[in-house]
């Protein structure tokens, strides 16, 4: 992978750092999301505030384009949460 931060990047190159830059990010956010709803969730009996959480990260998902992150958007696709959840809340 070329170095992102070199001065004489060729913009084929940029892309691909932007890409990778992007992907982490989005992976980062993933991680600090399931941790923020587990705790939610399973600590402080927060249900609401776990599913938002998971909610943002659905979103968050749905906007990349990155079809290396197939299985992330499937896996917070898959997770359980009842319809009537977004009736109540």
Known sequence: M???VEA???????LECD?????????VSEYLALKRAMTAHLTENNQEQAYWTISEL???LAETRDSSLK???AMVQGLPFPEQALRTW
């Open 2 to 4: 070329p170095d992102c």
């Open 8 to 14: 004489g990047t060729a913009p084929g190159d940029q």
């Open 71 to 73: 299985k992330e958007r």
């Open 19 to 27: 890409l990778g830059l992007q992907r982490g990010r989005i992976l």
């Open 58 to 60: 659905h979103g968050l």
